[in-house]
């Protein structure tokens, strides 16, 4: 039996300092009228349980959105898998998705495909391909290995990708749609989604 959307709840991360642009909280950014937060919540919402945002400043603004906002339970802006962290401990489902608030184009397909691709393998862990790279926030996460973050993060180690090494993990091939990871870390990023041309 394969995982399927009511057991899934998508986790965004909003939750960086957003130091290449310029200390902005992403997140809230616009582009076509929308903050960079609401294009990422409209490509998964309905196809999840529910929604989280991971975010560390502007909590009021990220509750605009009417989804829960967890703020990481490390002090001093840890990195991603803080905010995974607190997504795993607040989530009721067996299932989290991970991605970030700074990639607007994500497409519909992005949870189905890999629930598919865990359906597959029977992994763990489930991350993105876009056929260039790896992308490891973009990913599918079974909730019951937050024991093992927690201890990974309590030794003082960060590292995404050594703590998915831990585990029974794959990827998803998404070479067919790279853009959908297309995010806006920089003002020249954002400059060239606004006006591709």
Not at 43 to 51: I, K, L, P
């Amino acid at each position: 039996m394969g995982v399927d959307a009511t057991q899934v709840t998508a986790l965004i991360l909003a939750g960086g300092r957003g130091r290449r642009m310029g200390g902005e909280d992403k997140g809230l950014l616009p582009l076509a009228q929308k903050p960079l937060v609401q294009h990422v919540i409209e490509a998964v919402a309905g196809r999840a349980s529910g929604v989280l945002i991971s975010a560390n400043r502007n909590l009021e603004q990220y509750r605009a959105f009417g989804w829960p906002v967890l703020a990481d339970p490390l002090e001093d802006h840890q990195g991603p898998l803080a905010g995974i962290l607190a997504g795993m401990r607040a989530a009721d489902t067996p299932w989290l998705v991970t991605l970030p608030c700074d990639a607007p184009q994500l497409g519909h397909g992005f949870i189905p495909r890999l629930l598919a691709r865990q359906q597959e393998t029977n992994a763990e862990i489930v991350t993105a391909h876009d056929g260039c790279r790896l992308q490891p926030v973009h990913a599918l996460l079974q909730t019951s290995l937050v024991r093992s973050l927690e201890g990974f993060l309590a030794a003082g180690e960060r590292k995404v990708d050594l703590w998915y090494a831990r585990h029974q993990w794959t990827t998803a091939d998404f070479s067919d749609v790279p853009h959908w990871f297309a995010n806006l870390n920089t003002p020249e990023d954002r400059a060239r989604l606004l006006h591709p041309d």
